[in-house]
Antibody, heavy 117, light 109 residues
Framework: EVQLVESGGGLVQPGGSLRLSCAAS???????MHWVRQAPGKGLVWVSD????????NYADSVKGRFTISRDNAKSTLYLQMNSLRAEDTALYFC???????????WGQGTMVTVSS | QSALTQPPSASGSPGQSVTISCTGT?????????VSWYQQHPGKAPKLLIY???KRPSGVPGRFSGSKSGNTASLTVSGLQAEDEADYYC?????????FGTGTKVTVL
């Protein structure tokens, strides 16, 4: 079964850090991968993406300089290092596979990040 | 990186059709044929319905169709069914980033 399983979410204070992980299974991990977030009761927001070998990364302006996406192809795992967290980063974070660069065809169930004092 | 504009809500009776618009700019929707559409039921992850404006992944019923004219893309759901009641989001490539729409809640009357 093709599957993405996120982990690493939790409650963190403003200014703190978290590292999200996403374990892929059921397919060869040579796809563009993304993180997409959704604040409670709000819409979807693209956060970041990474190409198949990890050499090209892109970020939404709202997280640029604070978040870092990376991947370990040997472990079929995607990561998101989140630093200097703000209250507005509170959201459910989805790990997503894309066909090509833009069609998000496989989604994880998400991991919740709450930034609060 | 402003969100694409969608109507907040749309509705139709079973068997009818509903069309959802997704308006952007020449820097996103109008500039690329990389518009996708997603369906999200409450508490669930989104599901890909349409990619590259009008292509359907295998397993997606043919009553879901997509199109684009200028800076506006559209999703049409024909023959509405009860299970189509959900939130729908468009997205577009915008040159090194991807932007989502504001979302539309579809109600089946």
């Amino acid at each position: 079964e093709v599957q993405l399983v996120e982990s690493g979410g939790g409650l963190v204070q403003p200014g703190g850090s978290l590292r999200l992980s996403c374990a892929a299974s059921g397919f060869t991990f040579n796809y563009y991968m993304h993180w997409v977030r959704q604040a409670p009761g709000k819409g979807l927001v693209w956060v970041s993406d990474i190409n198949t070998d990890g050499t090209i990364t892109n970020y939404a302006d709202s997280v640029k300089g604070r978040f870092t996406i990376s991947r370990d192809n040997a472990k079929s795992t995607l990561y998101l290092q989140m630093n200097s967290l703000r209250a507005e980063d509170t959201a459910l974070y989805f790990c997503v596979r894309s066909r090509g660069e833009t069609a998000f065809d496989i989604w994880g169930q998400g991991t919740m990040v709450t930034v609060s004092s | 990186q402003s969100a694409l504009t969608q109507p907040p809500s749309a509705s139709g009776s079973p068997g009818q059709s509903v069309t959802i618009s997704c308006t952007g700019t020449s820097s996103d929707v109008g500039g690329y044929n990389y518009v996708s559409w997603y369906q999200q039921h409450p508490g669930k992850a989104p599901k890909l319905l349409i990619y590259e404006v009008s292509k359907r992944p295998s397993g997606v019923p043919g009553r879901f169709s997509g199109s684009k004219s200028g800076n506006t893309a559209s999703l049409t759901v024909s023959g509405l069914q009860a299970e189509d009641e959900a939130d729908y989001y468009c997205s577009s490539y915008a040159g090194s980033n991807i932007v989502f729409g504001t979302g539309t809640k579809v109600t089946v009357l």
